[in-house]
């Protein structure tokens, strides 16, 4: 039996920073009531981590909880304020349409996160949406979050999606579902964007010694702290955006309100992973220009760093072109920064070592020897995910996974060859078989499970239309183990027709 929780303890200890810190960057504002709370899915491992009452949650108050219709003791929910560029455009006043941060907890490992409910109704900052969200895509935020998770890519996880009876009108009527996100902070480039706009240099200041304060405490004391915020900003979003890359992730949607200050990703929309390899992939039907596509991401990722840079300016240096110039110095070694976060990724994927000392020519080398490999997948149209797991067999000369990829056996062949010279290069770890370590070393950074697109499809249709949850919760058991070789994962290894992925569109779920 659940137990009852009017009769247990508050299911969330409260501790709520930002709306103490923070004057002027949140409107009070509880979520809507709403007719039929249903708990879809609860995600008993993420309480766990917690430190939450799990079964306690897991239970009709819970639902009630998570669909927005009671307020958890120690509560005290808030439209956040921000800005942002979208698709390059810049918009003084977005804000949390359909969300509310209920609060924040900190957990064992004294951890500080947001719980917040999303499609929890409208708000002040609703502009003319409904507030709403639809079950499909929470559950898609549901399934990409628990997958990188996994795959120990930084990101936002779902604590529990909840039905809430009601319909919500999109191009069909769909039904209406809440989600509660568990985020290290929901600060974003565009609530500096927001304060930055209004030219409230005071609140600018309180803002970024929050920031500090919650994502890099080690820079309080520093005199040139604001400066090391955008540094530290600047590197988890080179490691961040260097993963994605590595991993085939598409996040459709890279607007600056979509980008984190804690490097977390965030706002799973029209998100999709690359099928056959190609930089030019785009999935999301609203960006026409291609402006996301996954080649792109590391550019706009740049893009986006520097409009927080422009932000920051004032706190910077007292001096606007000292400022402009200290930002800009630090900002250029960016594409660097991620160019090697980069490498370091492909490295572990190809089965070398990472150097012990900086070595250019090594660098230089081994970066030419991934972009001739990515070239020959792009070329040969070859899955991704597949061609990088099936490099891991032939570390130990078993070629058959690899050569079932490629119509023309021998396209592969020189690049192979090139690889294994440089390989017999890194020197063996004493005793043991080299080749077999290179190989569980290269399976530990190669998932061989991914959430492919059109297994989220299915899944999603089959909750959404069907009320069927069970096809998602083979789903997320599948993708909460992609390094895993068990047999009874094969299904969920297998990519999408081509026909399929080239007509494959993703949206905004809005
Ligand atoms: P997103 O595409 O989810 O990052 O949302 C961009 C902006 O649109 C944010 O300010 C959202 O709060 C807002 N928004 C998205 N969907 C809705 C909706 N159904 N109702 C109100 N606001 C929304
Ligand atoms: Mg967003």
Same mark, same amino acid.
């Not at 970024?208 to 979003?237: G, K």
């Not at 970066?367 to 990088?388: M, V």
């Not at 891991?392 to 021998?410: E, K, M, Q, R, W």
């Given at each position: 039996?659940?137990?009852?929780?009017?009769?247990?303890?508050?299911?969330?200890?409260?501790?709520?920073?930002?709306?103490?810190?923070?004057?002027?960057?949140?409107?009070?504002?509880?979520?809507?009531?709403?007719?039929?709370?249903?708990?879809?899915?609860?995600?008993?491992?993420?309480?766990?981590?917690?430190?939450?009452?799990?079964?306690?949650?897991?239970?009709?108050?819970?639902?009630?909880?998570?669909?927005?219709?009671?307020?958890?003791?120690?509560?005290?929910?808030?439209?956040?304020?921000?800005?942002?560029?979208?698709?390059?455009?810049?918009?003084?006043?977005?804000?949390?349409?359909?969300?509310?941060?209920?609060?924040?907890?900190?957990?064992?490992?004294?951890?500080?996160?947001?719980?917040?409910?999303?499609?929890?109704?409208?708000?002040?900052?609703?502009?003319?949406?409904?507030?709403?969200?639809?079950?499909?895509?929470?559950?898609?935020?549901?399934?990409?979050?628990?997958?990188?998770?996994?795959?120990?890519?930084?990101?936002?996880?779902?604590?529990?999606?909840?039905?809430?009876?009601?319909?919500?009108?999109?191009?069909?009527?769909?039904?209406?579902?809440?989600?509660?996100?568990?985020?290290?902070?929901?600060?974003?480039?565009?609530?500096?964007?927001?304060?930055?706009?209004?030219?409230?240099?005071?609140?600018?200041?309180? #803002? *970024?010694?929050?920031?500090?304060?919650?994502? =890099? @405490?080690? %820079?309080?004391?520093?005199?040139? $702290?604001?400066?090391? /915020? &955008?540094?530290?900003?600047?590197?988890?979003?080179?490691?961040?955006?260097?993963?994605?890359?590595?991993?085939?992730?598409?996040?459709?949607?890279?607007?600056?309100?979509?980008?984190?200050?804690?490097?977390?990703?965030?706002?799973?929309?029209?998100?999709?992973?690359?099928?056959?390899?190609?930089?030019?992939?785009?999935?999301?039907?609203?960006?026409?220009?291609?402006?996301?596509?996954?080649?792109?991401?590391?550019?706009?990722?740049?893009?986006?760093?520097?409009? #927080? *840079?422009?932000?920051?300016?004032?706190?910077? =240096? @007292?001096? %606007?072109?000292?400022?402009?110039? $200290?930002?800009?110095? /630090? &900002?250029?070694?960016?594409?660097?920064?991620?160019?090697?976060?980069?490498?370091?990724?492909?490295?572990?994927?190809?089965?070398?070592?990472?150097?012990?000392?900086?070595?250019?020519?090594?660098?230089?080398?081994?970066?030419?020897?991934?972009?001739?490999?990515?070239?020959?997948?792009?070329?040969?149209?070859?899955?991704?995910?597949?061609?990088?797991?099936?490099?891991?067999?032939?570390?130990?000369?078993?070629?058959?996974?690899?050569?079932?990829?490629?119509?023309?056996?021998?396209?592969?062949?020189?690049?192979?060859?090139?690889?294994?010279?440089?390989?017999?290069?890194?020197?063996?770890?004493?005793?043991?078989?080299?080749?077999?370590?290179?190989?569980?070393?290269?399976?530990?950074?190669?998932?061989?499970?991914?959430?492919?697109?059109?297994?989220?499809?299915?899944?999603?249709?089959?909750?959404?239309?069907?009320?069927?949850?069970?096809?998602?919760?083979?789903?997320?058991?599948?993708?909460?183990?992609?390094?895993?070789?068990?047999?009874?994962?094969?299904?969920?290894?297998?990519?999408?027709?081509?026909?399929?992925?080239?007509?494959?569109?993703?949206?905004?779920?809005?």
């Amino acid at each position: 039996m659940p137990s009852d929780l009017a009769s247990a303890p508050a299911p969330f200890r409260f501790d709520n920073s930002f709306v103490r810190t923070l004057d002027g960057l949140c409107v009070a504002w509880p979520p809507a009531q709403v007719p039929s709370p249903q708990l879809l899915f609860f995600n008993d491992a993420l309480a766990v981590e917690l430190g939450l009452d799990a079964s306690a949650l897991d239970s009709a108050a819970g639902a009630s909880i998570f669909a927005g219709n009671t307020l958890p003791a120690g509560a005290a929910p808030v439209a956040q304020a921000y800005a942002g560029h979208q698709f390059g455009g810049f918009s003084p006043q977005l804000g949390d349409g359909r969300a509310v941060l209920l609060g924040e907890i900190v957990d064992p490992r004294g951890r500080r996160f947001d719980i917040a409910l999303k499609g929890s109704g409208r708000t002040p900052f609703s502009r003319g949406g409904d507030g709403k969200a639809a079950v499909g895509p929470m559950l898609r935020e549901l399934i990409i979050g628990e997958a990188m998770h996994a795959l120990g890519i930084p990101t936002t996880r779902a604590l529990a999606v909840a039905g809430t009876g009601e319909v919500v009108l999109r191009e069909h009527k769909l039904r209406g579902a809440v989600l509660t996100r568990v985020a290290a902070s929901h600060l974003r480039v565009g609530t500096f964007q927001y304060v930055a706009a209004r030219g409230d240099n005071e609140l600018l200041r309180a #803002l *970024a010694d929050y920031t500090i304060d919650r994502h =890099d @405490p080690a %820079l309080a004391a520093d005199p040139d $702290r604001y400066l090391q /915020l &955008l540094a530290a900003v600047a590197n988890r979003q080179a490691a961040l955006i260097a993963q994605w890359m590595n991993v085939g992730f598409i996040h459709g949607v890279m607007n600056t309100d979509n980008m984190t200050l804690s490097g977390e990703t965030i706002d799973y929309g029209p998100c999709a992973f690359l099928e056959a390899y190609d930089p030019a992939t785009v999935f999301s039907s609203i960006d026409h220009q291609g402006r996301y596509a996954y080649g792109n991401q590391p550019q706009i990722g740049l893009w986006n760093l520097t409009r #927080l *840079a422009e932000c920051l300016l004032p706190l910077i =240096d @007292p001096d %606007l072109d000292r400022a402009v110039q $200290r930002a800009t110095d /630090l &900002l250029n070694g960016w594409p660097e920064q991620y160019r090697s976060a980069l490498l370091r990724g492909q490295r572990a994927r190809l089965g070398l070592r990472q150097p012990e000392h900086p070595d250019a020519d090594r660098d230089e080398a081994d970066t030419a020897l991934a972009a001739d490999w990515l070239s020959l997948l792009h070329t040969h149209r070859i899955d991704y995910t597949l061609a990088w797991r099936s490099l891991a067999d032939a570390a130990t000369g078993n070629l058959a996974a690899l050569n079932s990829l490629f119509a023309d056996t021998d396209a592969p062949g020189a690049w192979l060859a090139r690889w294994r010279n440089r390989c017999a290069t890194d020197v063996p770890e004493a005793g043991g078989d080299a080749a077999h370590a290179r190989a569980q070393a290269m399976r530990r950074a190669s998932p061989r499970v991914i959430p492919r697109n059109h297994q989220v499809e299915a899944a999603l249709r089959a909750a959404s239309d069907d009320g069927d949850i069970a096809p998602l919760r083979r789903l997320i058991d599948a993708v909460r183990r992609p390094w895993d070789d068990d047999p009874a994962l094969q299904p969920w290894t297998v990519p999408a027709p081509p026909e399929v992925t080239a007509a494959y569109q993703t949206f905004c779920g809005t």
